[in-house]
């Protein structure tokens, strides 16, 4: 985008080649350990979740699978971004992007074109998909809340609906019939539970998870990306949170966001080390790394409207 010409320049001057270049640095090895934890935590917390009904040991638990779940769709931003393997693995990331994409029960296909676009289309209300569809109309504090409660379900989905309309007949196809494939075997996984473990397992392992916790880390996770931004400055279209090893694990380094659009490529087990090299560019650029708690306390609190400068004005109307 010419509006970004800028800005790639500024980026390439600011962070050492060779640093980069190691950055940039595809280890499938690391990749494959982070999907290993977390399949551990997912059958593991599954388990335990499974066989008690001790609220002080299954509500964790279905904490950890529904952070857990939420965390495949970080995987499968690292597959639509081929940031696995050094080279090749065409078949092995249409593998991979199924598998990640099934957890959350969204389209593989569709989350793909839907990612891509949105980092070409960064800043326009309009053809960015997520901005265009995901974010709330109301900047109302009930209606934001909405999106930390099941309601994200039929909202995403719907959003999902309008903004394929628009796709080729092929492209339509593709996408339905992975939503049946993937709404088939979650169907199958919760009768198998109810048939297992009965209704109490069903609901601590597969129901709360997904339609409880998922919501959230999904709707805090999305706060820290471009809700908080300067619209007139391509720099800051997004914002930056400090380093915190607590939130690398629970999102898989996914809080590093802005870092994130300005090198897309770089796997997010380097986006911390990333972070710190451009800490002088953000000095430069006036941006002071931030918390979700305090984009929490902006968003509802202050009922902030979103994709707009939290740090100027006043908070926007609404109730």
Do not use: C
Not at 35 to 56: N, P
Not at 158 to 182: G, N
Not at 192 to 206: D, Q
């Amino acid at each position: 985008m010419d509006h970004t010409r800028d800005l790639r320049a500024r980026l390439e001057a600011a962070v050492p080649k060779d640093a980069l270049r190691r950055l940039h640095r595809r280890e499938s090895g690391r990749h494959f350990l982070v999907l290993a934890w977390q399949l551990a935590l997912l059958f593991g917390a599954g388990a335990v979740a499974f066989g008690s009904a001790a609220w002080w040991a299954w509500i964790p638990a279905s904490v950890v699978i529904g952070l857990t779940a939420f965390n495949f769709t970080v995987m499968l931003h690292e597959v639509v971004h081929a940031a696995v393997f050094p080279a090749g693995g065409r078949r092995a990331y249409q593998v991979l992007r199924h598998l990640y994409a099934f957890p959350s029960g969204i389209s593989a296909t569709q989350f793909t074109r839907w990612h891509l676009e949105h980092h070409a289309q960064l800043g326009d209300a309009e053809a960015d998909p997520k901005r265009h569809w995901l974010t709330p109309k109301r900047n109302a504090r009930w209606f934001k809340a909405l999106y930390l409660t099941p309601a994200l379900i039929p909202i995403y989905f719907r959003a999902a609906r309008r903004e394929a309309a628009r796709y080729p007949d092929f492209v339509r196809r593709r996408i339905a019939l992975e939503r049946r494939l993937t709404l088939i075997g979650h169907a199958a996984i919760a009768g198998l539970l109810l048939w297992t473990g009965g209704p109490g397992a069903m609901l601590r392992v597969w129901l709360i998870p997904l339609f409880v916790v998922f919501p959230v880390a999904f709707t805090v996770n999305r706060l820290g990306q471009h809700y908080d931004i300067v619209p007139g400055d391509p720099a800051r279209w997004g914002s930056v949170l400090r380093p915190s090893r607590v939130r690398d694990v629970a999102f898989l380094w996914s809080g590093y966001h802005l870092e994130h659009h300005y090198f897309p490529r770089v796997p997010f087990y380097n986006l911390r080390a990333l972070h710190l090299l451009l800490r002088p560019f953000f000095d430069e650029i006036g941006v002071r790394p931030t918390s979700y708690g305090r984009l929490l306390w902006q968003w509802f609190v202050r009922n902030r409207a979103p994709h707009t400068d939290w740090n100027a004005g006043s908070p926007a109307s609404g109730v």
